[in-house]
């Protein structure tokens, strides 16, 4: 399986992926669900916070008031290197609608086989791990891993429980 987006906004969570067919070839799949996640999978995409910042320019304390909200994920190469692009979203004071922060789109590691000898930046190998984990909570949501309700069964059982029979 292979996760092409990640997005968790408006309590949706939102996954694309990609899974080898009988043909060795890959169908996309979508899931658009309202069911809320595990706290690891929103925690995964929130230790990307610091790395929107880095990738992006901005000083730390511009992290107030916002959150990861989605990781778009690419696969390039021979060797399928993957890449990501991330979003962010800032609460503003004085506006209804909030800022929307894209990185730019970076590699995990240089493809030597399409290098051209130039600078590539890439992602560092903190931000892979944390994109990792994205990929391993997306996985785990897709398996039905969810945030569980408790429902009150066991007081309904104990008020309905069965009379004894008069014998």
Not at 20 to 46: C, T, Y
């Amino acid at each position: 399986m292979r996760i092409k987006k990640v997005t968790y906004k408006n309590e949706k969570v939102s996954i694309r992926f990609e899974k080898a067919n009988s043909d060795s070839k890959l169908d996309e799949f979508s899931i658009v669900s309202h069911d809320k996640p595990v706290g690891p999978f929103i925690d995964a995409l929130q230790a990307l916070l610091p790395f929107v910042l880095k990738m992006v320019e901005l000083p730390t304390s511009y992290k107030e008031n916002m959150e990861v909200i989605g990781v778009a994920f690419t696969y390039a190469g021979e060797l399928d290197v993957m890449g990501a692009s991330i979003l962010a979203s800032k609460e503003l004071e004085d506006s209804d609608s909030p800022f929307s922060i894209v990185t730019p789109h970076k590699p995990s590691k240089v493809d030597k086989a399409n290098a051209k000898g130039e600078h590539q930046p890439v992602l560092t190998k903190a931000c892979v791990n944390a994109l990792m984990e994205v990929q391993h909570q997306a996985e785990q949501f897709i398996s039905g891993q969810r945030l569980q309700l408790t429902l009150g069964l066991k007081e309904a059982r104990e008020d309905n429980e069965p009379e004894e029979a008069i014998g």
